[in-house]
């Protein structure tokens, strides 16, 4: 095999990073928004949320626990966060976030909601095209769909058995 002399090319090229991140947002807190109290509701599946926007540092309370704690997943925890980062308002509000039914997944989807609602609440002309075009305003109204009669679920039908 032929060895690869050219190393001392590669060592100059190569950019020095000091510190490694799995997220990159440049632009963090630079939103236009007017910074003042908000309140939304969000609804997905069985879960309602009901969100509080208070000026702040970016401290979450959801049900009296951090962020992290309530929502161990970084999707879930990205997926709640994202109208902010959407606006650039990082660090600008605290949330408070009180939320019962359905499961982490639709609690998350509820939370989102409420925040994107709030934001908009907050300053309908500089945030709402933003919001409306990431479809952060949009109630997604897929539900659990009812048991029939005659059916073992909604649509599970008894094994057919010839004889």
């Not at 309908?124 to 679920?153: I, P, Q, S, Y």
């Amino acid at each position: 095999m032929a060895d690869n002399t050219n190393d001392s090319a590669v060592l100059e090229t190569e950019e020095k990073i000091t510190s490694y991140t799995t997220e990159t947002n440049s632009g963090a807190g630079t939103g236009s928004s007017a910074i003042e109290p908000g309140y939304g509701t969000g609804r997905r599946k069985e879960a309602v949320a009901r969100v509080r926007l208070v000026p702040g540092t970016g401290k979450w309370t959801i049900n009296g626990h951090a962020l992290e704690e309530y929502f161990p997943s970084r999707l879930l925890q990205r997926e709640v966060n994202s109208p902010i980062v959407l606006l650039k308002l990082e660090g600008k509000f605290d949330a408070i976030v009180l939320v019962d039914g359905g499961g982490t997944t639709g609690q998350a989807g509820a939370v989102r909601l409420g925040v994107a609602r709030a934001l908009n609440s907050i300053d309908r002309d500089a945030n709402r095209a933003a919001l409306k075009k990431a479809g952060f305003l949009t109630r997604d109204a897929r539900v659990v769909e009812r048991k029939k009669a005659g059916l073992h679920k909604a649509r599970r039908a008894p094994q057919f058995s010839k004889r």
